[in-house]
């Protein structure tokens, strides 16, 4: 004892540990995002296992992380600070953006990111079932194709308004039907809820003007661009329309074959 009281005084010794000790937190703050993604994907992964079964769940669990981790990609393109993907059962998942998007260009290559690897990994996994004729792995690249052309929804905060918004949040307008619609079609409190979140956007849409400053700042967008992201948009909207449903003729001619 009476020679570690002297020791820690030596010049550089004490800035040291501190850095050292620094770098320590710094790096268990880093592990305790990881484990907190982590936690809640496998969290995610059981209660959906309970319903529907391990394998299908795994699935599922891996194609909603494969579409956050496009909108993680993109935004840290962008040069924007984002966290680790945050799963709840029955709800979805999402990545927090610690940076505001700059504009709408990039706002739209955010959204668009998520969709657009979600859709990649639901062909690869589509591909996978046909050659092993695997019938839940076709029911998961159905779940797949489905959730992100339902991400396609153009109004914010859906993926699809986010898109969207690059032409003219006024677009909004035209997924309120597609949103009360698919409420008639299949009722259920997850779509109160996206309605609930929506509700403000859709006035933000009917209140948009274009002479206002919004619109010549953050929704000031060159038209080339506006057209390069509206046929994006509809390309992907139309490709994951077609296998949505080709996919689900798939899965119904396999249990009637069972």
């Not at 699935?59 to 993907?85: K, N, Y």
């Not at 589509?126 to 839940?136: L, N």
């Not at 698919?182 to 259920?188: C, E, G, Y």
């Not at 779509?191 to 933000?204: E, F, G, N, S, T």
Request: hydrophobic residues 55%.
């Amino acid at each position: 004892r009476a020679r570690a009281g002297p020791a820690c005084d030596r010049p550089g010794r004490g800035p040291t540990r501190m850095i050292k000790l620094l770098l320590l937190l710094l790096s268990g703050a880093k592990l305790g995002k990881l484990l907190t993604s982590g936690g809640t994907m496998l969290v995610s992964l059981v209660a959906y296992a309970f319903v529907f079964g391990w394998k299908y769940a795994a699935g599922f669990v891996v194609l909603l992380f494969v579409h956050e981790m496009g909108h993680f990609l993109a935004a840290r393109q962008r040069g924007l600070a984002v966290g680790l993907p945050t799963f709840i059962p029955f709800v979805g998942a999402w990545v927090e953006l610690k940076d505001l998007p700059h504009d709408a260009e990039t706002e739209a290559w955010v959204g668009l990111g998520g969709p657009l690897l979600g859709s990649i990994g639901a062909l690869g996994v589509y591909f996978v079932a046909r050659e092993s004729g695997a019938t839940w792995l076709l029911a998961v690249a159905y779940a797949g194709f489905f959730l992100n052309l339902f991400n396609l929804i153009p109004l914010s905060p859906f993926d699809g308004g986010r898109i969207t918004a690059v032409l003219s949040p006024r677009i909004w307008l035209l997924g309120v039907p597609i949103l009360v619609g698919l409420f008639f079609w299949r009722p259920s409190p997850m779509l109160i809820l996206m309605a609930l979140l929506a509700a403000p956007q859709a006035w933000k849409a009917i209140r948009y003007r274009r002479d206002s400053v919004e619109a010549q700042t953050y929704y000031a967008v060159p038209t080339a661009r506006k057209v390069e992201y509206g046929l994006m948009y509809l390309g992907l909207a139309g490709f994951l329309a077609v296998m949505t449903h080709d996919v689900h003729q798939l899965l119904e001619a396999a249990r009637q074959a069972s």
